[in-house]
């Protein structure tokens, strides 16, 4: 791959007030390319995702995302340079319907490579919400929630998205569901940044992975190759 990536960072460190959570970490992502971040819970996935959103106070000798530098910058302005965010907590409009949390996650695409989406699209990705389209979203399950969660993101017509935590606590056939979407997602261009503890549903969907521990990415590489090495499976993902 001779284009650049779309977001490149380089010696990240981050902290929640005194307590340094991520140290000197770095990483990239290209367009259309899945990769995902592993590692067990308190290893600093999320806590990745966040600084990159500009959630998290931090500081990098790089921190780009479409050839635009993002370190320090709000989120709001993030996003709208084309950076979607899928939170673990979903935080969906739960009195609003399946139809108005779309309607409100949609955007203009920034950037003429941004597919554009819309909720019919979303639909043939998402079949039950299809069938939801009028039910409000506190009546909805956690599978459902977390698909419309992805859905409403999409809407606004990103060039990346960051998911953490996209297979947690779902059912099995939710989780493949989940997998079609990220699938989907790469096959119109999107970059993908995952965290991810379940290793079969990164295997699924991951071109390449970063394994992360205590704040520290201990590896990088082919996702066959970190499923293919037991011993790096044992010491850094438990599995």
């Known amino acids: 791959m001779n284009e650049a990536p779309i977001l490149a960072i380089e010696g990240l460190n981050a902290a929640y007030g005194l307590a340094q959570i991520l140290f000197d970490l770095s990483l990239s992502v290209r367009r259309g390319e899945v990769v995902a ?14 600084a990159i959103m500009g959630l998290v106070a931090a500081q990098a000798r790089v921190l780009r995302f479409a050839g635009h530098d993002i370190l320090g910058m709000a989120s709001y302005r993030i996003a709208r340079l084309g950076l979607g965010y899928v939170p673990e907590e979903r935080r969906i409009f739960t009195d609003l319907t399946v139809a108005e949390n779309l309607a409100v996650g949609a955007k203009p695409a920034v950037g003429g490579k941004a597919p554009a989406w819309t909720p019919e699209r979303l639909y043939s990705i998402f079949p039950n919400l299809a069938h939801m389209r009028q039910r409000r979203a506190s009546q909805m399950s956690g599978g459902e929630q977390q698909m419309l969660t992805i859905a409403r993101t999409l809407m606004g017509n990103p060039q990346a998205v960051l998911l953490d935590e996209p297979s947690e606590g779902l059912a099995p056939v939710v989780v493949q569901d989940m997998a079609a979407a990220v699938a989907r997602m790469k096959a119109e261009g999107i970059a993908v940044l995952l965290s991810e503890q379940n290793l079969h549903f990164a295997s699924a969907v991951a071109d390449r992975a970063y394994v992360i521990e205590k704040g520290i990415i201990r590896h990088e590489g082919p996702m066959a190759a970190i499923v293919a090495d037991a011993s790096l499976r044992e010491t850094y993902l438990g599995v």
């Open 37 to 50: 971040l592993m590692g067990r819970n308190g290893a600093g996935k999320s806590s990745t995702l966040k």
